[in-house]
């Protein structure tokens, strides 16, 4: 499952679960490693597909000579920000995947197929789509690349959309600050570092974990497969958070909806410490549970 810890610069193999963020800076970059992304995929038994926008490049991936196997994929729908539209197509193409001998799927995204449904996303619905894509991802164990092109989208969004991605490849990879993806277990990982610069992707990050139960396929389950009324943030790989990371945590958590309990595992020191400074640990509205 993705981690953001293996070495894209090595290009390690991708495992089943990871959902990587690519910001592609070039074309040549963009046949470079979409032919290591599909080559991969085909060495380790995956079933590989290609999505892309009607003029984008991904349509060139699927004319590679040494990867017969692959498959186009057009966009799912004309509401295009629909993850749980895309996840049902992917479970299913899993199960057949699997069916047929395959180690599972592996899709290559290139998400300029979102530019054919304008307006332009935003930031907020770009974390959410992401990110409930990512859980289901993680759920089914698909690998699925998103490949944003720096030219046609926002280059201060797509730098915080790649923030919730466990994984990313590519030549502009600086360090995004924090990351926050599913782990399949209805646990949240984050790790790194939050403050004033991406505290917006992080605010809508968690947002959209406490709201994940929404979805028109039910709420988000326990390993159990009982209903979850618990989110569970793992914070062992957070290195720092500063007073508006600590804020926007405890916003989020009173904003959110009724039932659900919000639950802090391996909280560093230094954060419970803060977290008792700034008396979250006594705000009735805040009710975060920090455990250590």
Same mark, same amino acid.
Request: glycine share 10%; charged share 25%.
């Given at each position: +499952?993705?981690? %953001?810890?293996?070495?894209? @610069?090595?290009?390690?193999?991708?495992?089943?679960?990871?959902? &990587? /963020?690519?910001?592609v800076g070039s074309a040549e970059e963009y046949e470079r490693l979409s032919r290591w992304c599909l080559a991969d995929g085909a060495r380790a038994g995956d079933k590989l597909f290609v999505l892309g926008s009607r003029a984008g490049g991904a349509a060139r991936a699927t004319h590679l000579p040494e990867l017969p196997e692959h498959t186009r994929l057009s966009p799912?729908?004309?509401?295009?920000? $629909?993850?749980? !539209?895309?996840?049902?197509?992917?479970?299913?193409?899993?199960?057949?995947a699997c069916h047929e001998g395959y180690r599972g799927v592996r899709v290559l995204a290139d998400m300029e197929w979102l530019l054919d449904h304008p307006?332009?996303?935003?930031?907020?619905?770009?974390? $959410?789509?992401?990110?409930?894509?990512?859980? +289901?991802?993680?759920?089914?164990?698909?690998? &699925?690349?998103?490949? *944003?092109r720096a030219r046609r989208f926002d280059p201060g969004t797509v730098a915080q959309v790649m923030c919730v991605h466990g994984l990313e490849i590519g030549e502009n990879r600086p360090d995004? %600050?924090?990351? +926050?993806?599913?782990?399949? =277990?209805?646990?949240w990982e984050v790790h790194g570092e939050v403050d004033l610069s991406n505290a917006a992707a992080f605010r809508a990050a968690l947002e959209t974990a406490l709201s994940d139960g929404d979805s028109p396929d039910g709420p988000a389950r326990e390993p159990n497969g009982d209903a979850a009324a618990t989110v569970r943030l793992r914070l062992s790989g957070l290195r720092f958070i500063d007073?508006? /990371? +600590?804020?926007?945590?405890?916003?989020?958590?009173?904003?959110?909806?009724? /039932?659900?309990?919000?639950? @802090? =595992?391996?909280?560093?020191?230094?954060?419970?410490?803060?977290?008792?400074?700034?008396? *979250?640990?006594?705000?009735?509205?805040?009710? @975060?549970?920090?455990? !250590?």
């Open positions: +499952m993705g981690t %953001g810890t293996r070495d894209a @610069v090595r290009l390690d193999p991708l495992q089943p679960g990871d959902h &990587v /963020g690519w910001i799912l729908r004309s509401d295009a920000l $629909d993850p749980d !539209a895309m996840g049902q197509v992917f479970a299913r193409e899993t199960a057949a307006p332009a996303p935003t930031l907020e619905t770009l974390v $959410d789509f992401e990110l409930r894509l990512g859980r +289901m991802v993680a759920e089914m164990g698909a690998i &699925v690349v998103c490949a *944003y995004r %600050g924090f990351r +926050m993806w599913s782990n399949g =277990q209805n646990v007073v508006t /990371g +600590m804020r926007t945590l405890a916003l989020a958590a009173q904003s959110r909806r009724p /039932g659900v309990r919000l639950v @802090v =595992q391996a909280a560093p020191r230094k954060f419970r410490r803060w977290w008792e400074l700034l008396g *979250y640990d006594q705000d009735g509205d805040c009710g @975060v549970e920090i455990q !250590a």
